[in-house]
């Protein structure tokens, strides 16, 4: 995926602040505050606060204001979104904001790079891949409706795979890959048992590099395909043979969640939703009500988020800057907070990573 230079070649960075619900409101200040410290490596940052999430929707009925999409389209120049409590029931009219912030922005890509950090910066971590999901489709359409029959209640879903999400994931994918020492993608599916929906999103992927307009420029990529569940066996026994991995949208959740295990947290993935001409930077984790309010969160998956989105919008300088930081704290490991083994306070952690910016 392209980078943004041209767009945003300014003396201002506009940046929407989504904090939203729980530890969102704890981690996404320590990402403010990081691209703060950069100083004169990027244009100078304004931040402007949005709303959304689902506390919010509890006092005003909605969870993601229009007002908050038209800034977010006429104003900023990026985003970076904290975290969501979507409830695991039904609630009326409340629909995730975060799920809708794709779709009305088009971030179709979700890009997760879950990297483990070696003890010696000169060696090469075992665990070293990108998961890029699929964002506007799938299951995540919520198209679901509940019926009555004589053998009980009966609940059905919608899932939508189309081609051209298929063919622009998939370039996304191949696009990543070209930029890495691997240069490998593994699509993921399920097409023995999901012949359609899975079949065509298999095929359209593989096709990519046949395409006229990629030029041949895809060559050097070299391609597997991988079941997801075998997918999920493999990424805990040999997360090695994985490099870029490219899925539907419900499997790339998923795969890009357990995969987390495999660095120590889900407290240290970042990620990015990227469109054409639009990034949004947003920390894997949820929302963590039980840490909430508490001073415990790992601010490091959002602090990396900002990074990433400042290597989308082609600021290689402050993302290096940034991420050296946050891998010096890491490899140091006597500042980290308790999901990592740790005793350190968020502020603590944020702290130590200011001071290596």
Sequence with gaps: MATYVAKFAKSTLKIGLL??????????????????ALGSRIPKPEFIDLNAGFEYFT????????????????ECDCALFGAVSSPSRKVTGYSSPIVALRKKLDLYANIRPVTAVSPNPNEQSKVDMVVVRENTECLYVKEEKLTTTGNGKEARATRLITERASRRIGKTAFDL??????????????????????????????GVPTLPESGGKYVGVTIAEQLVDSAVYRLFREPEIYDVLV????????LSDAAAALVGSLGLVPSVNAGDTFVMGEPVHGSAPDIAGQ?????????????????????????????HAVN?????????????????TTTQVVDEVLKRI
């Design 19 to 36: 904090p939203a619900d729980g530890i969102g409101r704890e981690v996404l200040p320590a990402a403010r505050d990081a691209i703060l």
């Design 59 to 74: 006092k005003h009925g909605e969870a993601l204001p229009e007002e908050t999409v038209r800034i977010l389209n006429d």
């Design 177 to 206: 890959a070209l930029g890495r020492p691997k240069k490998h993608v593994t699509i993921i599916h399920k097409s023995n048992v999901l012949s359609v929906t899975d079949g065509l999103f298999r095929e359209t992927v593989r």
């Design 247 to 254: 899925a539907p949208n419900l499997y790339g959740d998923i």
């Design 295 to 323: 001073n415990k969160a790992n601010p490091l998956a959002a602090i990396r988020s900002a990074a990433l989105m400042l290597r989308y919008l082609g600021y290689e300088e402050g993302a290096e800057s940034i991420e």
């Design 328 to 344: 010096s704290v890491l490899r140091l490991g006597d500042v980290l907070t308790p999901d990592l083994g740790g005793k350190a």
